[in-house]
């Protein structure tokens, strides 16, 4: 898979394309362009440096992680089809049987992904080490716990891109409305420059809720998916692993 900074730096050079192209399909100081642009003639920010612009960079990032973690969370679903484990209802597991199906899954995860692979290769390490299944269900359960809030951490930035992305624009309001009030002028009131200054206020407030609610409504999305499947990968080794091993109790070191 791509690496995350190459999808972030595409997914950004793809925002300046289409911007690039909005720029060209609509004409200037038209309402489309005001509006997706701030491309109109009593605009306070030079363009293309406007609010509007750097929102969707700002987006175009934030979608990029998001992509990221959406394709780990498909990998994260193939594990769990992968068949590591036999998932009938009358196969037994013995402690011999354990090391090669480790050593099939310990190359397959890293700091990224794998929680089924991670998951059987510390369990299964500690059926080892330990022979007590009770040992390794405790194991298990801290394990999945970490990795929930590692999951949670994972997203931390892209809660406050959601937060950051619509303060840009309540700064555009407030640059908008303060430029309208200090240019309203009872006795010589440039009009133009006073409906271009409020145009800045909403537009980018406008833009920026929408460009927010959309990355929330992505995240949430995504985040729950990969919950599932990390939720999905310790039932998966709590009915295939734990529950199936058997461990003699009347070799030495057996334990229950």
Same mark, same amino acid.
């Given at each position: %898979?791509?690496? *995350? ?5 595409? /997914? ?6 289409? !911007? &690039?192209? #909005?720029? $060209? ?46 394709? %780990?969370?498909? *990998? ?5 089809? /992968? ?6 209802? !009358? &196969?037994? #597991?013995? $402690? ?67 937060? #950051? ?92």
């Amino acid at each position: %898979m791509p690496s *995350r900074r190459r999808i972030r730096t595409t /997914a950004i050079v793809v925002a300046a394309i289409i !911007i &690039t192209l #909005l720029t $060209l399909v609509l004409p200037y100081n038209s309402p489309g362009s005001a509006l997706l642009l701030d491309r109109q003639l009593y605009s306070i920010f030079p363009y293309p440096f406007t609010i509007q612009n750097i929102i969707y960079l700002l987006l175009a990032w934030s979608l990029a992680d998001l992509y990221v973690r959406w394709r %780990m969370t498909k *990998r994260e679903y193939a594990f769990l089809n /992968a068949g590591f484990l036999p998932e009938d209802s !009358i &196969t037994m #597991l013995e $402690l011999h049987e354990l090391g090669p199906i480790r050593a099939r899954v310990a190359p397959l995860h890293d700091a990224e992904s794998g929680f089924l692979p991670t998951l059987m290769d510390m369990t299964i390490l500690q059926l080892q080490a330990s022979k007590s299944v009770d040992q390794s269900m405790t194991l298990l359960t801290n394990a999945l716990s970490l990795m929930g809030d590692r999951v949670e951490l994972r997203y931390q930035m892209l809660r406050y891109m959601a937060w #950051l992305i619509p303060t840009i624009g309540f700064l555009g309001t407030v640059i908008g409305l303060s430029l309208a009030l200090h240019l309203i002028d009872p006795k010589n009131m440039d009009l133009g420059r006073v409906v271009g200054g409020l145009s800045v206020s909403f537009y980018t407030t406008l833009i920026a809720l929408l460009a927010s609610a959309l990355l929330a409504f992505a995240q949430h999305g995504v985040q729950e998916q990969e919950e599932l499947a990390l939720n999905a990968a310790g039932q998966y080794c709590l009915a295939n692993l734990i529950n199936r091993v058997y461990i003699d109790q009347e070799k030495p070191g057996g334990a229950s």
